[in-house]
C-alpha cells in the first residue's frame, strides 16, 4: 500500500520560512511526477510546484521566486522550501505522488495534508 508521510508545517510570521517534506513508501513503481497541492478555506485544492524524476519543475505564478521544490530519488521524498511567506500561503499543503507504468497507467496518491499558516 502507498503511503504518503508529511512533515514541516507549522506557523510562521509573514516573511518567515518553512520547509515541508514528504516521503513516499510502498510504491513499485516509478514516480515520475511529485508536488504539492495546497487548499485554503473555501478555494479549491490548486497546485503549488511539482517536480519529475528528471528535475523539471513547474511552479504556480503566486510563489515563483520564493518556494523552490526539490526530491530524492532514492529516498522517494520531496521537499518545498518556502520562503518570504506571505498570509495568503496559509492553506493546508498536500503532497502528491504520480507512480507510473507503460502498461499499466498513472495513480495518483495524496497525502493527509499539513497546515501552514502564515500569520501577519
Known amino acids: 500500500q502507498v503511503q504518503l508521510v508529511e512533515s514541516g508545517g507549522g506557523l510562521v510570521q509573514a516573511g518567515g520560512s518553512l520547509r515541508l517534506s514528504c516521503a513516499v513508501s510502498?510504491?513499485?513503481?516509478?514516480?515520475?511526477?511529485m508536488g504539492w497541492y495546497r487548499q485554503a478555506p473555501g478555494k479549491q485544492r490548486e497546485l503549488v510546484a511539482a517536480?519529475?524524476?528528471?528535475?523539471?519543475?513547474n511552479y504556480a505564478d503566486s510563489v515563483k521566486g520564493r518556494f523552490t521544490i526539490s526530491r530524492d530519488n532514492a529516498k522517494n521524498t520531496v521537499y518545498l522550501q518556502m520562503n518570504s511567506l506571505k498570509p495568503e500561503d496559509t492553506a493546508v499543503y498536500y503532497c502528491?505522488?504520480?507512480?507510473?507504468?507503460?502498461?499499466?497507467?498513472?495513480?495518483?496518491?495524496w497525502g493527509q495534508g499539513t497546515q501552514v499558516t502564515v500569520s501577519s
Open positions: 502528491n505522488a504520480k507512480p507510473s507504468h507503460p502498461l499499466l497507467g498513472t495513480y495518483d496518491y
Open positions: 510502498g510504491s513499485t513503481l516509478r514516480i515520475n511526477v
Open positions: 517536480i519529475t524524476s528528471g528535475g523539471s519543475t
